[in-house]
């Protein structure tokens, strides 16, 4: 299937011909995608659409490098993925912050591992904090805050990293409606700062008012076995078309 796709950016990520399947319980063998083709561009956002257990997640996982495929190719500017997938940085439904580490502890956390130095991961991790409107949280621990300030540091811990690649699953399904529209919309922002470093979001949402509100492109996967059967190209001006002909016209 193809659809013209509003990007037309260079391909980030590209997911060819993908089987997954899992062994299941009583060893019986799940199918959990089927086929899958999928690239990413820079400078589009992508939905991944689907109900419950359609494997938007597995395909998030292939995508990060967390899994390998039973059978396809997933390459990352045109070389073959293996392991974590160097461009990428996760944000979870359920934050997954570490509950003994500060808010600035935890922001830094992905720098340590890729083996910063101190002194610039501190002023990295000032910078995302800042950015993301968590300016005087440094010190709080996770449980002193509200879940979407969570969800601010979980942005904060993968803006950081300054991804080629944000993946984001179900990133505002735990939230409250105003609080996830906050979100969506702090997102589009950043997305909308020149200076932002991102060049592809891909998020998972079982919500399509949520994914036609974010994506240039949306991917809906059916289930049993996950498939893709649906590309929908999304043509509404948004503050992200910056990059669209006359988009200082719209804004300015
Ligand atoms: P979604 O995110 O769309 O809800 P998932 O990708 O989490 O779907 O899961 C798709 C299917 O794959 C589900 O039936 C789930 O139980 C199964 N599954 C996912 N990961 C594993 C695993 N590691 N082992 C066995 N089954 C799995
Ligand atoms: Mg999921």
Redesign the pocket.
């Known amino acids: 299937m193809t659809t013209e796709s509003l990007a037309t950016g260079e391909v980030l990520m590209e997911l060819c011909d993908i089987d997954m399947s899992?062994t299941?319980a009583s060893g019986e063998r799940?199918n959990?995608l089927d086929a899958v083709n999928l690239q990413l561009r820079e400078g589009e956002i992508v939905a991944l659409l689907?109900r419950?257990?359609?494997?938007?997640?597995?395909l998030l996982r292939l995508i990060a490098g967390l899994l390998a495929p039973t059978s396809g190719q997933v390459t990352y500017r045109d070389a073959p993925l293996r392991g974590a997938n160097p461009g990428a940085a996760l944000v979870f439904q359920s934050f997954a912050l570490m509950p003994w580490l500060t808010v600035q502890d935890n922001v830094e956390l992905g720098l340590a591992a890729r083996g910063v130095a101190p002194a610039a991961r501190r002023q990295r991790a000032l910078e995302a904090i800042d950015r993301i409107g968590l300016d005087g949280f440094e010190t709080a621990y996770p449980k002193e805050l509200s879940g979407g300030m969570r969800q601010r540091v979980g942005f904060a811990r993968a803006l950081v990293l300054e991804p080629d690649l944000l993946l984001m699953d179900e990133p505002f399904s735990a939230l409250d409606v105003l609080t996830a529209e906050n979100l969506r919309t702090e997102l589009v922002n950043l997305w909308s700062t020149k200076d932002f470093p991102t060049k592809c979001v891909c998020i998972v949402t079982h919500n399509i008012e949520e994914a036609v509100q974010l994506a240039d492109r949306v991917m809906v996967l059916g289930s049993n076995p996950g498939r893709i059967i649906a590309e929908i190209a999304v043509d509404a001006p948004r503050p992200r078309d910056r990059r669209a002909p006359g988009f200082e016209a719209l804004v300015d």
């Open positions: 899992f299941g799940l959990v689907g419950s257990g359609s494997g938007k997640s597995t």
